[in-house]
């Protein structure tokens, strides 16, 4: 019996860009722990999101939003 092979590949970063299309961060997101980190253009951590507790975080650890905000977070000053 032949069976197709599948191939899972893995999703690389997403960029986030500005209006000029200059990136300014990329979020990455993490299977096992369902985490959500996002780094600005030089690679620092700013922040994460945690789907399971549904919030968003700084890189201090304060809470910034309940939801998804990660793609404004390297907008910040």
């Known amino acids: 019996m032949d069976v197709p092979a599948t191939h899972e590949r ?9 209006q000029r299309g200059t990136m300014v961060g990329r979020i990455e ?22 789907a399971r507790e549904r919030l968003t975080q700084d890189a201090s650890g304060w809470v910034i939003a309940w939801g998804d905000v990660l793609s404004a977070l390297p907008f910040r000053p």
């Open 10 to 18: 893995a999703m690389g970063p997403e960029v986030v860009r500005d």
């Open 29 to 50: 997101r993490q299977r096992l722990t369902g985490l959500v980190l996002d780094r600005d253009a030089q690679g620092v951590f700013v922040g994460r999101y945690s």
